[in-house]
């Protein structure tokens, strides 16, 4: 088996993953590249390098067809989208546990929701909103509430006025419910008539997953941490690293 390391930007830190093959035998982080090294005690001549490199334009295969040193993030053109590599990982790990896994992705990365639209084993499109950074701004609360969820997802046009009202009532879990409600609006698009895999930090999605069940959509609830080790092996398999 190959022995490689996977390593990369993880938020404000540094990821480090010890590979022997497509098996994860140890993460760590910190602070930088080279006190993730340290930290990880591993000896292996090859790395990926997890962001780095250009983005790969949509629609993209969710993981690059031939092998390389890096495994960069995903852009796309219109609208203007950014897409990090952890989110390809993550991806990846979903759909080797779910083989031929079509829907919609929404992943919770650093502040930010994507919506990503996967075919045949493809990122197709995204969108993305900025919610989480809003809602920390502004004060909201989790869970959201439900009827705040309700009252934007149906009148999206007036989130200003839903926020104000909510402002000089104290209810920080209402900021939260009418800014989600406004996303869900926006994103119908992609969760309208789709099933919808939602990732996020240790499985908790509060309030999403049960707003976009209220509307009749097929949810799956997944961690990025369960799927880390899954997206690793399968980055392992696409270049060749397994053997």
Not at 7 to 18: C, K, L
Not at 147 to 154: M, V
Not at 161 to 171: G, I, K, M, Q
Request: charged residues 20%.
């Amino acid at each position: 088996m190959t022995d490689w390391i996977a390593i990369g930007r993880d938020g404000a830190q540094v990821s480090a993953h010890a590979m022997r093959g497509a098996r994860l035998i140890q993460s760590v982080r910190a602070a930088d590249e080279s006190g993730a090294l340290t930290a990880l005690k591993y000896d292996a001549a090859q790395q990926v390098r997890i962001g780095d490199g250009a983005p790969d334009p949509l629609p993209a295969p969710v993981l690059p067809k031939a092998a390389g040193a890096a495994l960069p993030g995903l852009a796309q053109k219109t609208p203007p989208d950014v897409i990090g590599a952890r989110v390809r990982l993550w991806i990846a790990g979903l759909l080797a546990r779910q083989p031929g896994w079509d829907g919609v992705v929404c992943a919770l990365e650093d502040g930010v929701n994507h919506w990503i639209q996967i075919s045949a084993g493809e990122a197709v499109s995204t969108q993305s909103f900025l919610t989480p950074r809003l809602v920390a701004a502004l004060g909201g609360t989790a869970p959201p509430a439900p009827e705040a969820i309700a009252d934007s997802l149906s009148r999206p046009e007036r989130l200003a006025a839903h926020l104000r009202v909510a402002e000089v009532s104290n209810r920080p879990d209402a900021i939260s419910g009418h800014l989600l409600g406004a996303e869900l609006a926006a994103a119908r698009p992609y969760w309208l008539g789709q099933k919808v895999a939602l990732i996020a930090p240790d499985g908790a999605a509060p309030g999403l997953d049960a707003a976009l069940r209220d509307q009749g959509v097929p949810v799956e609830l997944h961690s990025r941490e369960s799927l880390l080790a899954d997206g690793l092996g399968a980055l392992a398999r696409a270049f060749e690293l397994n053997d």
